[in-house]
């Protein structure tokens, strides 16, 4: 995507427009450290089913450090080449609802044959944090795509940040938070745009609208259903 094209995007969907998504997950606690930090390795699993674009694999590591900052790693392969990826943490933790999990693609209500951002909110809750590589990581920059990770010419993604979240509940929650992966090119053409001839690129985002529900879409999710 040219720095013209992304910019576009950028400016239709606002950066302070904030994301909820979806997808399988399992999960681990690792042999920590020490006794002052908590670590939990998470397998991401693909959230869509028989959807273009969106067969991807991944894994992920949340680190709470003694210093009150998260330290959180995601390496995946399958995504967009040369894309941005919304990536964030998520957890009902306080929602008044069951613990947070990834939904299937059970979860596409409507039967369209993709889950959306919408349909997979009531599974994993709300940002708590969002994976940005500089700058805010609260929920408020849950689409600020110019701040987000790329995914290289072959569609692999590695990421890693030691932060003070925003929130500090995502500090207190992050042995039960999802992780969730977003973005994906359905027709192949090297942007997040609309394709009238194409039955998912066609669609725009269920949380914003005028946005192309490519660059919203979860593509992968996991975590700890506890």
């Known amino acids: 995507m040219t720095n013209r094209r992304r910019l576009t995007l950028l400016?239709?969907?606002g950066t302070g427009a904030a994301l909820a998504l979806a997808g399988p997950a399992l999960a681990a606690h690792d042999t920590n450290p020490s006794d002052k930090v908590a670590s939990y390795s998470y397998s991401l699993g693909q959230v869509q089913s028989g959807v273009p674009g969106t067969d991807a694999s991944g894994t992920t590591r949340v680190k709470a450090l003694p210093n009150g900052k998260l330290q959180v790693t995601v390496e995946a392969t399958g995504l967009a080449p040369g894309l941005p990826h919304a990536m964030h943490l998520h957890d009902t933790t306080g929602e008044d609802r069951a613990p947070s999990s990834c939904p299937g693609a059970g979860a596409d209500a409507n039967g369209d044959g993709v889950v959306t951002v919408?349909?997979?909110a009531p599974f994993y809750g709300g940002i708590i944090a969002s994976l940005t590589t500089s700058?805010?990581?609260s929920a408020a920059?849950?689409?600020?795509?110019?701040?987000f990770p790329v995914a290289d010419a072959d569609g692999?993604?590695?990421y890693s940040r030691t932060f003070t979240p925003a929130d500090p509940t995502a500090y207190a929650q992050a042995g039960s938070v999802q992780v969730v992966v977003h973005g994906a090119d359905f027709d192949g053409n090297g942007m997040y745009g609309f394709n009238a001839a194409d039955p998912f690129a066609s669609k725009e985002s269920s949380i914003a609208p005028g946005v192309p529900l490519e660059a919203t879409v979860p593509v992968l999710c996991g975590g700890i259903a506890n």
């Open 11 to 13: 400016t239709a969907i």
């Open 118 to 120: 919408a349909e997979g």
């Open 135 to 137: 700058g805010d990581t």
């Open 141 to 147: 920059s849950g689409l600020a795509l110019d701040r």
């Open 156 to 158: 692999n993604l590695s």
